[in-house]
């Protein structure tokens, strides 16, 4: 009987994690919530486990996952990004169970999960960072160390949840006045969004860059990095838009960050494949942020420009390989952009689509092009999730082929029935700043001009095109 591994997740990240897995001979297990039912990852992997009705409680849930790995046999588990990722219960349950966690220890999770016993870390391995707080104290007593710290190192300050992540639980705080109404506020939040009230200071960095490093580690610490990836465009925190490499032209600098990547990853006895984030600042002074413990949604830009699959290393460091490869041996070439295609609307402040059924689902293709998605013509989208339908990554050996590249597949996607973020995503594919790569986080903040496009004009030349198509194709059988 071949030996399998358990996807416990959903939506592309469960696909992305599945092909690999059977790519490396091994026998996929999906496991799904109600919802899900009719998600293709059920369908393309070996066989699948229902966990419960869900909404997202059955996904989350630690005994339900580890039974049903232990059911089918399963002798690791693949958490991808989300849900249980960074969760160092789980990790620890699978450790307790024996069954591999594709990821680093419990211990290192749980370390780095904690932003402020990360940057504690990072500090004693002389990790350059911004000015930080401890932990606040509950009531009157952390407010007056905030107020304080604020005096020290002036407004705006960075109110930061200490297991915070994915962008939440992040507030720029302006003055005394909204420091003492925002903690309470912050902590309630911290606690119902991530079981933990703590939350904590940083001094902000006006407009930076965020750059991360892709790092590697085998269980002998042998750690490489994969280069850098730019993630600047946000929205409220959040990532739409990452490129590799950083386009920042000082090749030294980018060196420095990517060694100190390496640096930081064996100051936490990291294993398997992590994310160190960093921001840079308008002098090019870089701090470090926080450590992600898990595959990132982002990683396809860096496989598409050092040919390493990421999944799979992932996947045979876990099973007890070490890496085959050293530093010298990843070269980068071109670049590389990915887009977060959502079931959203961008000039409705990007309010959910989900419960509308895809009606016309038509993706772009041809050279430089990667398509990590999971929705297919006819599929519902469940609203329970995220909103996350497909990444498009193209890839390019300049920055302008590339740019043109993106332009070209995103005029060429066509999806019907939700709305989506292509049109806003072909806005930004045409604007001069983000063409000429440089951009940082303040970036969308500049251009409310992006929101303005006619949707319905484009969906109609769009749906008039492929009308065409088809009627063309109806006299020619032999047609591509
Ligand atoms: P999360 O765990 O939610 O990813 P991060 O600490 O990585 O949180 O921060 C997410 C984003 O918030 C960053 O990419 C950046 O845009 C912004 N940010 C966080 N801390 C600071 C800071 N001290 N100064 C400026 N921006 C920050
Ligand atoms: P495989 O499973 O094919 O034996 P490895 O475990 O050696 O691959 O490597 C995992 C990933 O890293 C693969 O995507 C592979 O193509 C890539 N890789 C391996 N060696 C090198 C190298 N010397 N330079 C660049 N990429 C490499
Ligand atoms: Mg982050």
């Known amino acids: 009987m071949k030996t399998k591994i358990l996807v416990a997740n959903r939506g592309e990240i469960a696909i992305r994690l599945i092909r690999a897995i059977q790519e490396l001979s091994y026998d996929a297990v999906a496991v799904y919530e109600t919802p899900d039912k009719d998600s293709r990852h059920i369908r393309i992997a070996d066989e699948a486990v229902w966990l419960g009705a869900g909404p997202r409680c059955d996904y989350l849930d630690i005994a339900k996952v580890i039974k049903a790995a232990k059911r089918s046999g399963a002798a690791a588990i693949h958490p991808g990004y989300g849900f249980l990722a960074e969760n160092p219960d789980f990790a620890k349950a699978c450790e307790d169970e024996g069954i591999i966690f594709i990821g680093p220890s419990s211990e290192v999770i749980t370390n780095l999960g904690n932003k402020v016993i990360a940057r504690r870390i990072m500090a004693e391995a002389g990790i350059p960072m911004v000015p930080g707080s401890d932990n606040l104290a509950a009531g009157d007593e952390g407010v007056e160390t905030a107020i304080a710290f604020a005096a020290k190192y002036e407004y705006p300050i960075m109110l930061k949840a200490t297991c915070g992540g994915g962008g939440r639980g992040i507030r720029l705080i302006e003055n005394d006045d909204q420091m003492r109404e925002e903690i309470p506020v912050a902590r309630a939040e911290a606690k119902s969004a991530f079981n933990d009230e703590r939350v904590y200071l940083e001094k902000v960095v006006i407009e930076p860059k965020h750059v991360e490093v892709q790092i590697m580690a085998d269980r002998d610490g042998n750690t490489v990095h994969l280069?850098?990836?730019?993630?600047?465009?946000?929205?409220?925190?959040?990532?739409?838009?990452?490129?590799?490499?950083?386009?920042?032209?000082?090749?030294?600098?980018?060196?420095?960050?990517?060694?100190?990547?390496?640096?930081?990853a064996k100051a936490s006895n990291y294993f398997n494949a992590g994310t160190v984030e960093f921001l840079i600042d308008k002098n090019f002074n870089y701090y470090f942020m926080e450590i992600n413990t898990r595959v990132q949604v982002e990683h396809t830009v860096t496989e598409m420009i050092t040919g390493i699959d990421i999944v799979r290393t992932q996947i045979k460091l876990a099973m007890g390989k070490n890496l085959?490869?050293?530093?010298?041996?990843?070269?980068?070439?071109?670049?590389?952009?990915?887009?977060?295609?959502?079931?959203?609307?961008?000039?409705?402040?990007?309010?959910?689509?989900?419960?509308?059924?895809?009606?016309?689902?038509?993706?772009?293709?041809?050279?430089?092009v990667r398509l990590d998605g999971f929705v297919y013509q006819g599929f519902t989208i469940p609203e329970v999730y995220d909103s996350l339908l497909v990444k498009m990554t193209v890839h390019g050996f300049s920055w302008n082929e590339t740019v043109d590249r993106l332009r070209r597949c995103l005029q060429n996607f066509v999806i019907t029935g939700p709305k989506t973020t292509i049109p806003f995503y072909l806005q930004i594919a045409k604007d001069a700043d983000f063409m000429s790569g440089d951009f940082d986080t303040s970036y969308l903040d500049k251009h409310p001009d992006l929101f303005n496009y006619d949707d319905q004009a484009n969906e109609a030349s769009k749906l008039a095109n492929l009308i065409a198509e088809i009627h063309h194709r109806g006299h020619n059988p032999y047609a591509a």
């Open 227 to 264: 280069g850098t990836r730019d993630c600047s465009i946000q929205r409220r925190n959040q990532k739409l838009i990452e490129i590799a490499p950083s386009m920042i032209g000082d090749k030294e600098l980018l060196n420095t960050i990517c060694e100190t990547a390496v640096t930081a």
């Open 324 to 368: 085959s490869f050293a530093q010298e041996d990843v070269q980068m070439r071109g670049h590389a952009i990915e887009m977060r295609i959502n079931a959203e609307d961008p000039q409705a402040d990007f309010m959910p689509e989900g419960g509308k059924t895809v009606s016309v689902y038509r993706s772009p293709g041809g050279y430089g």
